[in-house]
């Protein structure tokens, strides 16, 4: 029987690259002089504070330009709302989305299950999916039909067996 996993994971280190390079950037950009920009990396958070909404989306836009040089997935990120913070700043937090949850990992599994070719199977293993079927060719269709549609956090295809 040949397998795969699917697992969604997140490059921490790219990350933490990318919020290094967005800070050094914001401190030299002339529109952010003044400003009061700032973008924190938290364990599972990215905490963005500004002046105002307006410089808030720009530093926003700064991070998710360098996290998308960087190979990083906006489906890594999920934005919270725009609050407003003390002294008349705003702030936004977005949460590193790591790991298949169980609703998501009973979504993917109900779609390969109808998606897929007969004979393949799909079962959850803590945080990832095990997809086995007879044939090669019926793996690498459901990996296909899996890059198509978009469930909303980012998906990676390893440990492939035959």
Request: net charge negative.
């Amino acid at each position: 029987m040949a397998s795969f996993d699917i697992t969604s994971e997140i490059d921490e280190q790219e990350i933490r690259n990318a919020v290094d390079q967005a800070g050094r950037e914001i401190a030299n950009r002339f529109d952010f002089k003044g400003t009061d920009s700032s973008i924190e990396l938290g364990d599972t958070t990215i905490t963005l504070r500004s002046s105002t909404e307006d410089r808030l989306t720009a530093l926003r836009q700064v991070l998710e330009e360098r996290l998308v040089k960087r190979g990083v997935s906006m489906k890594a990120l999920d934005w919270g709302n725009v609050e407003e913070a003390s002294g008349a700043t705003a702030r936004q937090v977005a949460t590193l989305v790591a790991g298949i949850g169980s609703d998501k990992a009973k979504e993917i599994n109900k779609f390969i299950k109808a998606e897929g070719p007969k004979g393949v199977q799909s079962q959850t293993q803590g945080e990832q999916i095990r997809v086995t079927a007879k044939k090669r060719d019926h793996l690498q269709d459901v990996i296909s039909a899996c890059k198509e549609h978009d469930f909303g956090i980012p998906l990676q295809f390893g440990n492939f067996r035959d």
